[in-house]
């Protein structure tokens, strides 16, 4: 994320009067957007500019929204997605979740809790994006680890991670707060299909905890998320445990 000028979002939104509402309140707090109608025209824009949010209508014509959000994940996995969705299937919402997206709201919505929303996933994402000088330096709790080293200096002291923790510790520092399925978790880490393996996501969260959480029996960094899957939280939450 850079500092330099305002912070520039893309909307991808087909209804005009919904648009031009969204657009005037987010240039009134400051924000720099840009308007395109379909998911072909955003896929194009997001190619050629640096953006710090994308917010997604999900049905677009030509295009689904959700397609959208596979491309941009694909192209970026950090960009922040907020979508938008007069869809009130379950399925639908849990879809662009396992997709990438980072946070949904249904129509109609709060104005004021829209801006919230925008201004949350900002912050997040200027948090959690990696500082060039840092690296892939991530800190929480007593813990320093060093992802492109594959190094962690724990309250137990210094440790090699594997290849298969660097990844899933990268997941979860990228989309800290979010919650993250298991299945996605399985497809990303392992690349196996949702179906099978489960045990072995489990197992790795109980050694994540038992490296990197003061007490790996009460966790406060990686929370089980009941029928859910899992979330990350570098200050330290027991909330949805
Ligand atoms: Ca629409």
Do not use: C
């Not at 994320?1 to 309140?25: C, Q, T």
């Not at 960009?79 to 980072?102: H, N």
């Not at 500082?131 to 210094?158: C, M, Q």
């Amino acid at each position: 994320m850079s500092n330099n000028g305002p912070v520039h979002i893309l909307l991808v939104e087909d209804e005009l009067n919904i648009a031009r509402g969204l657009m005037f309140n987010l240039e009134e707090e400051g924000y720099r957007v840009t308007h395109v109608e379909d998911g072909q025209s955003a896929l194009d824009r997001l190619a050629s500019n640096s953006w710090a949010l994308v917010i997604l209508d999900l049905s677009l014509p030509g295009m689904d929204g959700l397609e959208v959000v596979r491309a941009i994940r694909e192209a970026d996995q950090r960009l922040p997605v907020l979508i938008l969705t007069a869809r009130t299937g379950e399925a639908d919402r849990l879809k662009g979740l396992s997709m990438g997206a980072d946070d949904y709201m249904t129509k109609p919505f709060s104005l004021d809790e829209f801006l919230l929303r925008v201004q949350g996933m900002l912050r997040r994402s200027r948090w959690y994006r990696p500082e060039p000088v840092e690296g892939e330096i991530y800190r929480f709790g007593s813990n320093h680890i060093d992802l492109e080293e594959g190094k962690a200096w724990t309250a137990e002291g210094e440790m090699k991670l594997t290849d298969l923790e660097v990844r899933m510790l990268r997941i979860f520092f990228e989309q800290e707060g979010k919650v993250l399925s298991r299945p996605e978790l399985l497809q990303r880490v392992w690349g196996v299909s949702p179906e099978t393996e489960t045990r072995t996501l489990d197992n790795f969260i109980v050694r994540l905890r038992r490296y990197f959480e003061p007490d790996p029996s009460h966790p406060i960094h990686f929370l089980t998320v009941r029928g859910r899957g899992y979330r990350f939280h570098s200050q330290g939450t027991e909330e949805g445990s």
